[in-house]
C-alpha cells in the first residue's frame, strides 16, 4: 500500500512497562502475524482508531485488550508521547507510555499477534543490539538506511523504533516509577 498525501489514518499504541519479578523493567512488544501492511513486524499494540473509540487513548486502550488481554484496569498512562507518521502506509500513530500490571497469562489474539515478547529494556539500551542497513521496499523510491534493534532473531525498526529510541534513556533516568 503506498501512503496517499491526503489519506491519514489515526492510530494509537500503548508502550507497556513494568518491573519484572526479578526487579528489570520490560517493555511489552507483539511480533505481528504474517499479511497485512506491516506483516511479521515488531511493533506495540495498537491500532487503527475505530468510530467507536472516544479518543485515542481509548484506541490504544482497546487495542491492547484485543491483541494482547491486557485489561485496562492495568494501565496506568505515564505520558502521552510524541506524536509518529509512517513513512509510507500513512498513518499517524499517538503512542502513550504506561505502566502496567501484567496478566497472569498473555492472550494474543491469533489473526493479529504472532508472539508477545516481553524485552528487557537492558536488552534494548545494549549497543550490540543497535544496527542499521540499506534496504528496499517496492513501495519505497529509493533505497534507505534503516535504524533498527535486534529483538531475538528479528528487527525493530520503522514508526516503533522512532517510538522507543528516545524513550529508552528516560526509562531508565527514573523519570517514572515503574
Known amino acids: 500500500m ?10 494509537a499504541v500503548l508502550v507497556p512497562v513494568f518491573r519484572g519479578k526479578d526487579g528489570d ?5 507483539v511480533r505481528r502475524t504474517d499479511g497485512g501492511v506491516h506483516g511479521g513486524q515488531i ?3 495498537g491500532g487503527k482508531r475505530d468510530e467507536g473509540d472516544a479518543s485515542l487513548l481509548d484506541t490504544a486502550l482497546r487495542e491492547a485488550r484485543e491483541e494482547i488481554g491486557l485489561d485496562p484496569s492495568a494501565v496506568t498512562v505515564l505520558e502521552v508521547l510524541p506524536v509518529i507518521d509512517t513513512i509510507t502506509t500513512g ?5 502513550f507510555l504506561a505502566r502496567v500490571t501484567p496478566p497472569r497469562i498473555w492472550r494474543p489474539d491469533p489473526r493479529e499477534v504472532a508472539e508477545i515478547i516481553e524485552m528487557k529494556v537492558a536488552g534494548l539500551l545494549d549497543p550490540a543490539a543497535h544496527g542499521a542497513e540499506v534496504w528496499s521496499f517496492p513501495e519505497w523510491p529509493a533505497p534507505r538506511r534503516v535504524r533498527f534493534i535486534r529483538v531475538g532473531g528479528h ?3 520503522g514508526a516503533t523504533y522512532r517510538i522507543l529510541h528516545p524513550l529508552l534513556p528516560r526509562i531508565v533516568s527514573g523519570e517514572w516509577e515503574f
Do not use: G
Open 2 to 11: 503506498h501512503r496517499s498525501e491526503n489519506v491519514i489514518q489515526e492510530a
Open 25 to 29: 523493567l520490560l517493555v511489552v512488544l
Open 43 to 45: 511493533a506495540f499494540p
Open 91 to 95: 498513518f499517524r500513530i499517538h503512542p
Open 155 to 157: 528487527k525493530l525498526w
